[in-house]
């Protein structure tokens, strides 16, 4: 059975999103939401990045791109190359590698830092090199939710900030000043790239090398409040002081934050489809308002259930 007719449906059904303002970059295809486990699709800009999971994928390569290419032609616009990434997990000896570097399949490949529009934001992007670009995609609707709020978040905080896109919005839409939180050093620097290609001022001391809960501990410490706290963990990580389990610590965290934005609010989000939406709201402590709750961007169709929960909390001052 062809798997183009798979392709033109889901391309077709989010050929909405092209005219878009503003907006540069969604999924095409979304794994099994789509109807073929393993695959995704996504269009920065003017550039096609399909990335593979699993070594069945993989071993159909030739055959997926081939059938996307007539779903390709038939886009509003015509991308100027396709990428592909080979995302299996590889064990090295020592744990597990990734394999982290894009073909292009055609086309002339993108440069290293490739501007695109997200949320009415610049964002420098790598689709070569690394297990992630520098922009989650499944967070685009998510910071259109937010954007009525940032006037009320003079001071902003970013956990696990990544490449400071949540704090980038927020500039860019009412907040007065933002503190971006990280653990590497390369990510805040990438970060300190999409202020300057915002126009943002860079002071580095809003670009915190360290622990995301050793930091809060700080700023409660001494007594360094904040309007909005971004706290979008991984689901579980390690470093050389402690590791962090979403159902084991996630609480402690959410106290933690209370205690540095009383009276301010909170975007909280899983990245787990083990964990319901009953389970991540009962994490949140007595008295915390919910403000909107949400899940990853529709073009993110999902088949069972969405993996993503994020919500927007009042903090009892």
């Known amino acids: 059975m062809s798997l183009t007719p798979l392709f033109i449906g889901a391309f077709e059904s989010r050929a909405e999103l092209f005219g878009l303002p503003d907006e540069g970059c969604f999924r095409l295809f ?17 550039y096609l990045l399909a990335q593979m999971y699993f070594d069945e994928t993989c071993a159909r390569a030739q055959e997926i791109i081939r059938a996307m290419e007539p779903a390709i032609a038939r886009l509003p616009r015509s991308p100027l190359a396709l990428l592909v990434k080979d995302r299996r997990k590889l064990n090295d000896g020592d744990g597990f590698a990734l394999r982290r570097t894009s073909e292009t399949v055609w086309g002339d490949a993108p440069p290293p830092q490739y501007r695109v529009r997200h949320a009415g934001t610049t964002v420098l992007v790598d689709l070569l090199h690394g297990q992630h670009t520098g922009l989650f995609l499944d967070m685009r609707e998510i910071r259109g ?35 971006n939180v990280d653990l590497s050093a390369a990510v805040l620097e990438r970060a300190r790239r ?7 001022e860079c002071d580095d001391r809003d670009f915190v090398r360290g622990d995301s809960f050793e930091w809060l501990r700080r700023f409660g410490k001494k007594d360094r409040l904040f309007d909005m706290v971004i706290f979008d963990p991984p689901t579980f990580s390690r470093n050389r002081r402690r590791s962090f389990s979403v159902k084991r610590d996630y609480r402690a965290a959410l106290e933690a ?18 964990v319901t939406e009953r389970e991540y709201r009962s994490f949140h402590p007595a008295g915390w308002e919910p403000i909107f709750y949400s899940n990853e961007s529709s073009d993110f169709v999902y088949k069972i259930r969405p993996y993503l929960k994020a919500g927007l909390w009042r903090i009892p001052g």
């Open 145 to 179: 939710k937010l954007r009525p709020f940032y006037g009320g978040a003079g001071r902003f905080l970013n956990l696990f900030s990544y490449t400071g896109v949540f704090s980038v919005h927020a500039l860019l839409n009412g907040a007065l000043s933002a503190v």
């Open 257 to 274: 934050i209370r205690s540095c934005a009383p009276g301010g609010m909170a975007l909280t989000t899983i990245n787990a489809e083990s």
């Open 194 to 200: 999409n202020y300057r290609a915002n126009g943002l």
């Open 30 to 46: 979304n794994a099994s939401g789509d109807g073929l486990d393993g695959l995704t699709v996504d269009l920065y800009g003017e």
